[in-house]
């Protein structure tokens, strides 16, 4: 809950291109996992030092945790133009705009990375990718809250590096859960009748 919040509360406009987080795909899945799951601890020990009444450590872990935040792939612009294809990353910046600016409702009301709406990941795996035509695909399996999930993230080479073009969830039955790109993505415009 803490990431979506903060997601709302950080700029929407758009961040210059940049060349991305370089290595294999598998390698990217990675780092966006640890960044992410080092500002979940912080936020995670902040709560409780500032439930127990610890004002100094609820201080300083925010500190922290604010810090972590700034290089988080999805709470970030600037780390988001990184990690993210200028597809996805519009459709990201342009649904948390239209929220903000307009006050419509978010599409996107979970963490994709975790596939909750509150996140507490532990025990990742991360597969050898899959390149074919181009595209990369990493399976991730992971326990969030002690259930068990698994997410498929599709990459592709944009400004010499991979970047997340799509990340899907996969449901303990087989069939396709949560799909980041088409819950972002506009339904097409009605054709008007001839």
Not at 64 to 74: D, G, M, N, S, V
Request: aromatic share 8%; glycine share 6%; hydrophobic share 40%.
């Amino acid at each position: 809950m803490i990431r979506i919040l903060l997601f709302f509360l950080l700029l929407s406009s758009p961040a210059p291109a940049l060349a991305g987080v370089r290595g294999a795909p598998d390698a990217v899945v990675r780092h966006v996992y640890d960044v992410a799951m080092k500002a979940d601890a912080l936020g995670e020990q902040w709560s409780k030092a500032k439930e127990a009444g610890n004002a100094e450590l609820a201080d300083t872990l925010f500190t922290q945790y604010t810090e972590a935040q700034k290089t988080h792939p999805f709470w970030n612009i600037g780390e988001r133009e990184k990690y993210f294809t200028e597809k996805l990353a519009a459709l990201v910046r342009e649904d948390n705009f239209n929220h903000q600016l307009h006050g419509t409702p978010e599409k996107l009301t979970y963490d994709p990375i975790s596939d909750a709406a509150e996140p507490n990941v532990s025990g990742v795996s991360i597969s050898t990718p899959l390149i074919e035509n181009n595209v990369a695909t990493v399976r991730v399996g992971f326990a969030n809250w002690g259930e068990q999930k698994t997410l498929v993230y599709s990459l592709v080479q944009e400004a010499g590096a991979w970047k997340i073009d799509n990340i899907v969830a996969i449901n303990k039955d087989g069939t396709r859960g949560n799909d980041l790109l088409q819950t972002l993505t506009p339904p097409p415009s009605p054709t008007p009748a001839s």
